[in-house]
Structure formats: structure tokens, C-alpha cells
């Protein structure tokens, strides 16, 4: 959780102003995407002297959104200030429909605007928290929704649209092109964007009402133990490490098929490391060579980017991409796909990580860290000093609260 730490401008501590958070998840064990992005957010407000009421769901799965969570009402508090999570049960997906009709989304296939509404909500539906909502609008001040994919915020943006915010979190994908989904993005009285990549996609798919480029906040931990996270999970040899979702929609597939390339064809003596929830499926042929060390806490995680030579980023659909902030803090450097707008960006900004198009650049870009460990600590700094002058909570809550004076 960011720090608690007083605005830059003091005129516009909100003090006992009262904001909502609604949000599909929330909780220290959903990792990187929005929700992360949300929680911390939130928690930042609270402890510069907002009153934070946050709306999710029970679930804790985003495959199943099986309810997990007790509902009702928790306050919690933290280093940063206490917040009031009121969780409700979700209605799982109608998986077949569901399918069927995000199939035809996948192909670029035409689905009229009804199709479209019979998709989403086909997906998870959270009908207590839309009536509570509903019913409890007026209670406050601004209302901050995201991501753009999710029923959630589909149905909640039209409740309050002149006191709603937006994080988007949009991707150059299937689903942003459809006109439910620009119909959103044109509805809230703010728009919250990561990254200058993603507002510019976002650009290209809607009319955008008033929007700034926050950019998200990345905690410094005050120190890291690689060796002793070596020590602890048996990692004996160098390694380069991914962290996040193992599926294809986040390029694992190719992740797997350039790494494979690499240590068959070329010879690369790094293993791979990878961390995050659910069960990867790793390619019998690199049976030995990829180690999954499952979902680890927090100070852990840093210390696995650190005990790293680099850290892998193969997703193309990336809308901040906290791992490659963390990974940089760090003192590793990136390696990322070029066809991801937003790392891509940011790895050319910062100078600070190499990309590759295809499965063949890939494994160079591994070779390359593997045999000029020089240029890979050089890129490391370039990238840590970014991320220390570019995405520090305290600037970040800055402009999160000077963008709500147009709101309120």
C-alpha cells in the first residue's frame, strides 16, 4: 500500500470528502491489473483524508469468480488509512454463452448491440452491488470505476456519470472496438489513463470527455535479499523471471516457444523462474529448464526480481505493467515483447530494457543478457532511475486529486 503523505497543493485536502472505489476484486493476494492498481489508490486517498467506501465482489478467482469472501461489511485499517470494503456475492458467468458469443468478439465477427449486452452479461454480473449502488449514489462526492471490461462498470457508469471517474485500463483488443464498450468510455466526467500509449488508443475509439495520464504509483521496498531468495527455493543457477498470469492471452505461449528456441538452438544456459497464481503448462521439452515457484508474497516476489538477470514481459495487452516497474526498481532489467505498446514505450523512454518482435529476437535479447552482463546492469539503472522519477505514489495521488477538482 502507498504511504500515507500529504498533497502537494494543501488548498485541495478534500477532508471528509467521500469517494467509492467499484471494483470486480480486492484483496493483498490479487496481484498487478487494475484491482492493484485500485486498491492502492484507494488506500492513498484514504490516508490523505478521504472518507473511502470500496465496492467489489465476494470472488477471489477471476477464472471462476466463484464467491469466496464472506458478504457485508469490513473496515480496514492501514498504514495509509482505513477504508470501509462492502463486498457482494457475484452470479458466476453463463460460460456457454459467454464463449460463444466472445468467440465471434475474438474473430472480429459482427455482433449487434444486443448481441453485445447478452455477451456482458453473460460475463460476471453483480446485481446487489448495481442496486446498492444505485440506491447510495448521492452518499458520494466522486465515484472511481474500473477496468472498462467488466459488467461492473458497464452498468454502474450511467448511475452518476457527472461524479464518475474512469480507469479504463484499454488494450489495442477485440472488446474495446465494440460499441458497448466506446459507449462507456465516452459516458464519465473523467477518464484516469495509465500511460500516454493507452490514452491514445482509447483516442482512437471514442469521443473522450476530460482525461489525464496518472500514470500508477510503485511502492520502493526498502531493501531486497536475492541471495537468500536463492537460497530458499534452490535456485542454483542464473535465471530470468516472469511473474503474472501463465495463459495465452498474456503471451505465455510464445513466452515458452522463445525460450525453448533459445536454450535448443543457441545454447542459453539460464533457467527460467516463474511466479504467480495457477498451474502453468510448461513444454516437456523444457522440462527442467522452467521452474514455477507458484504465488509468493509481496517481499518475496521483490526479492525474486532481484536475484533475477532479467525479467520477462511477453504480454502485448498492458495497460501500466507493474512487474516491469517492480523488475527495474529492482536492478534487472526487461526484456518485452515490442508488439505491447505501453511496455514497449516505456522501455524506450527509460532506456532501461530491450524488445523483440518475434520468437528468434527474443532468444537474442536473452543472449544478450546472458553474455554483456555490463550493458544489462547499465539498462537496470536507467530503468530504476525512471521508475524513482516518473511513478512515486505521492506524485501520482497529486494528479489523481488535482484531476478530481473538475468533478466536484
Not at 457482494?88 to 466472445?102: C, M, N, S, Y
Not at 501463465?246 to 516457444?257: F, H, I, N, S, Y
Not at 510448461?282 to 525479467?311: K, M, T, W
Amino acid at each position: 500500500m502507498p504511504e500515507a503523505s500529504e498533497p502537494a497543493d494543501r488548498a485541495l485536502d478534500p477532508s471528509r470528502g467521500r469517494l467509492a472505489f467499484i471494483t470486480p476484486r480486492f484483496g493483498d493476494e490479487v496481484v498487478g491489473g487494475s484491482e492493484a492498481v485500485m486498491r492502492e489508490a484507494a488506500s492513498g486517498l484514504a490516508g490523505r483524508g478521504w472518507e473511502v467506501d470500496v465496492l467489489t465482489t465476494c470472488a477471489r478467482d477471476h477464472y471462476t469468480w466463484r464467491n469466496e469472501y464472506p458478504a457485508g461489511i469490513t473496515h480496514l485499517e492501514g498504514k495509509s488509512g482505513g477504508l470501509t470494503l462492502r463486498r457482494f456475492p457475484a452470479i458466476p458467468p453463463a460460460v456457454e454463452e459467454r464463449d460463444a458469443l466472445g468467440r465471434r468478439i475474438l474473430l472480429g465477427l459482427p455482433l449487434s448491440y444486443d448481441d453485445q449486452c447478452r455477451w456482458i452479461n453473460a460475463t460476471l454480473r453483480v446485481p446487489a452491488l448495481f442496486r446498492y449502488f444505485l440506491e447510495h449514489a448521492d452518499r458520494y462526492q466522486a465515484v472511481v470505476l474500473s477496468p472498462y471490461l467488466s459488467w461492473i462498470t458497464v452498468a454502474c457508469v450511467d448511475v452518476a456519470p457527472k461524479r464518475t471517474v474512469l480507469m479504463p485500463c484499454v488494450h489495442d483488443e477485440s472488446y474495446a472496438h465494440l460499441d458497448l464498450f466506446r459507449a462507456t468510455l465516452a459516458k464519465p466526467a473523467l477518464l484516469w489513463f495509465l500511460s500516454e500509449p493507452e490514452y491514445e488508443v482509447a483516442r482512437g475509439l471514442a469521443p473522450l470527455p476530460e482525461h489525464v495520464v496518472t500514470g500508477a504509483g510503485v511502492e520502493v521496498p526498502a531493501s531486497y535479499d536475492p541471495r537468500g531468495f536463492r537460497r530458499r527455493h534452490g535456485v542454483e543457477v542464473p535465471f530470468v523471471l516472469y511473474a503474472g498470469r501463465r495463459e495465452p492471452e498474456k503471451g505465455w505461449d510464445r513466452l515458452m516457444a522463445g525460450f525453448e528456441l533459445a536454450v535448443e538452438t543457441y545454447g542459453l544456459t539460464l533457467d527460467l523462474v516463474t511466479i504467480g497464481a495457477g498451474k502453468p503448462i510448461i513444454p516437456s521439452s523444457l522440462a527442467g529448464r522452467v521452474r514455477d515457484l507458484g504465488f509468493l508474497s509481496d517481499a518475496e516476489r521483490n526479492n525474486a526480481f532481484a536475484a533475477a538477470e532479467a525479467y520477462l514481459q511477453p504480454s502485448t495487452n498492458e495497460s501500466f505493467s507493474r512487474t516491469v516497474m517492480e523488475s527495474w526498481l529492482a536492478g534487472t532489467p526487461v526484456i518485452a515483447s515490442a508488439r505491447g505498446a505501453v511496455v514497449a514505450w516505456h522501455c524506450e523512454r527509460s532506456r532501461g530494457g530491450l524488445v523483440y518482435e518475434d520468437d528468434f529476437e527474443l532468444a537474442q535479447c536473452l543472449l544478450l543478457v546472458e553474455q554483456a552482463p555490463r550493458l544489462a546492469k547499465d539498462l537496470a539503472a536507467n530503468g530504476r532511475a525512471y521508475v524513482l522519477e516518473n511513478y512515486p505514489w505521492n506524485e501520482v495521488l497529486d494528479r489523481m486529486e488535482h484531476s478530481l477538482k473538475a468533478i466536484l
